[in-house]
């Protein structure tokens, strides 16, 4: 069975430091790794994704994931935090041999907090 | 702007009423689909519709009824809902290719945070 698991419910981080959330998989075939981003009152945007390839993925905002796949993560990471950055974070994932319709798995969700 | 427009942004609705949730997407995708998600919990995804066909059903209640009339629109009809149906429900949409081996990722509105009273 396809699943998602990001272990931390919320992540805090000082300004300007580097920030990471985790997320690990579990699928039957080689995944597609997804990061999203949902901000107060605003529906999931789209970060990055990890199609094959170099394992360090970059996205928006100056985030960007890394994909080990003998440790099955897909971590999210930035080199320095800003405020702005704060928000809830999901990981999610599609079986590349075991898709139908597009369905993604998501994770729980990471509440990110960075305080000044 | 997110190309997924879904109205309206808030519904409060008594127990017995009857309401649609409306979402439109200019993004020209194949795919739309209907989740819901509530507070502590993982998003729960409701339905999937693949070139206006239902291809997936997470076993949701009949009072959630769904149709996708186009491409571009897809509806989500309320009937005689309960108060644990208040969350918020989002509608996406994504581009998927005839084969199962997709990459896209999908494009979400801002949602319709319902409330049952």
């Known amino acids: 069975a396809q699943s998602v698991a990001q272990p931390e419910d919320q992540v805090n981080v000082a300004e300007g430091n580097p920030l990471t959330v985790k997320c690990t998989y579990s699928?039957?075939?080689?995944?597609?790794l997804f990061w999203y981003v949902q901000y107060p009152n605003r529906g999931l945007q789209f970060l990055l994704k990890?199609?094959?390839?170099?394992?360090l993925v970059k996205g928006s905002y100056g985030f960007e994931a890394e994909f080990n796949k003998s440790q099955t993560s897909f971590h999210l990471k930035k080199p320095s935090a800003l405020v702005s950055d704060s928000a809830l974070y999901f990981c999610?994932?599609?079986?590349?041999?075991?898709?139908?319709?597009?369905?993604?798995?998501f994770g729980q969700g990471t509440e990110l907090s960075v305080k000044p | 702007e997110t190309g997924v427009t879904q109205t309206p942004r808030h519904l409060v609705m008594g127990m017995t009423n009857k309401k649609s949730l409306k979402c439109e997407q200019h993004?020209?995708?194949?795919?739309m689909y209907w989740y819901k998600q509530s507070a502590k919990k993982p998003l729960e995804l409701m339905f999937v519709?693949?070139?206006?066909?239902?291809?997936e059903n997470n076993s949701v209640p009949s009072r959630f009824s769904p149709e996708c009339p186009n491409s571009s629109h897809l509806f989500l009809h309320l009937h005689t809902l309960q108060p644990e149906d208040s969350a918020l429900y989002l509608c996406?949409?994504?581009?998927?290719?005839?084969?199962?081996?997709?990459?896209?990722?999908?494009?979400f509105g801002d949602g319709t945070r319902l409330s049952i009273l």
């Open positions: 996406a949409s994504s581009q998927e290719p005839p084969s199962a081996n997709s990459n896209q990722p999908q494009h």
């Open positions: 699928v039957s075939g080689n995944p597609y």
């Open positions: 999610a994932v599609r079986d590349r041999l075991y898709n139908q319709g597009g369905k993604l798995i």
């Open positions: 519709y693949s070139l206006e066909e239902r291809v």
């Open positions: 993004l020209g995708h194949n795919a």
């Open positions: 990890y199609i094959t390839g170099d394992n």
